[in-house]
């Protein structure tokens, strides 16, 4: 995006914010590989892509958000957006006052058809100043349903320390299966039994867990183009297509073929 764009986006979200009724909504779409600067909005922010995948990243962790999930993100909650493929964003934004949802931190929600169609709705509400009969009852629907939506493990959270996250950043943008514990123990200028404790604490993962979590973020998006899970696997440093699916269920659940199909 062009710093002209960036203004336009700002203003938009500015206007949709500023509005009296209670839910508003914006259309946006991208090219792949757009970025989206760091940003906050003073509404929960409800971000759902229509088409394409979403990589949202804060100081607390990183998340992806493929086309058939949405991401709520907290009012004041300071984030940066990156797309992959053609995005076709839709966003719901939500008056903190009218709504008792408990969810605190961003969270990868699966989209119904019910939810999809709700969130188009509301974002054609976009120029509409005055709160009315009809944008309550989307609202009070669309909250009902979000109270509903599955949660995706598709979050990463990122350790408070600064030479952890550091490392942790490098990987996002580089991630392999090849680097060993003691290169980042060097790395951080800790033991590995220190290095291993302190991502426990902070992440909830160990760091071979951790990265193990990250490549599978990083996949997601290349097997959602229609890249070969073979591909994808040597890319990423694992030997074969066959470790990299047995790292990948341990993580998702189920094998790459059938998480794409799905």
Not at 218 to 224: F, G, I, M, T
Request: positive net charge; proline residues 8%; hydrophobic residues 40%.
């Amino acid at each position: 995006m062009s710093p002209d764009d960036h203004t336009s986006l700002f203003e938009r979200l500015a206007r949709a914010e500023s509005l009296r009724a209670p839910v508003s909504g914006i259309a946006s779409d991208y090219p792949g590989a757009t970025r989206i600067p760091r940003h906050s909005h003073g509404r929960h922010q409800l971000m759902h892509a229509i088409s394409g995948t979403l990589h949202v990243l804060t100081d607390r962790g990183s998340w992806l958000v493929p086309p058939d999930s949405a991401l709520w993100m907290p009012a004041t909650l300071e984030h940066e957006v990156t797309t992959f493929g053609t995005v076709r964003l839709r966003s719901v934004y939500l008056d903190p006052g009218v709504t008792d949802i408990s969810l605190d931190r961003p969270e990868v929600l699966r989209v119904s058809p019910l939810v999809q169609a709700l969130i188009v709705e509301i974002v054609a509400l976009e120029t509409i100043e005055e709160p009315s009969a009809r944008s309550a009852l989307l609202l009070h629907l669309l909250l009902v349903e979000i109270a509903r939506m599955e949660r995706q493990p598709l979050a990463l959270p990122l350790p408070r320390h600064p030479r952890l996250r550091r490392l942790c950043r490098a990987f996002l943008e580089t991630p392999t299966a090849h680097l060993s514990l003691d290169d980042w123990a060097c790395e951080a200028a800790m033991s590995r039994r220190g290095l291993t404790r302190h991502f426990r604490e902070e992440t909830g993962l160990s760091p071979g867990r951790w990265r193990q979590h990250a490549c599978v973020l990083h996949a997601l998006p290349k097997l959602l183009a229609g890249a070969s899970v073979t591909t994808v696997a040597l890319d990423l440093g694992y030997d074969s297509a066959a470790a990299f699916t047995t790292m990948f269920r341990r993580i998702l659940g189920e094998p790459p073929r059938r998480f794409r199909a799905a």
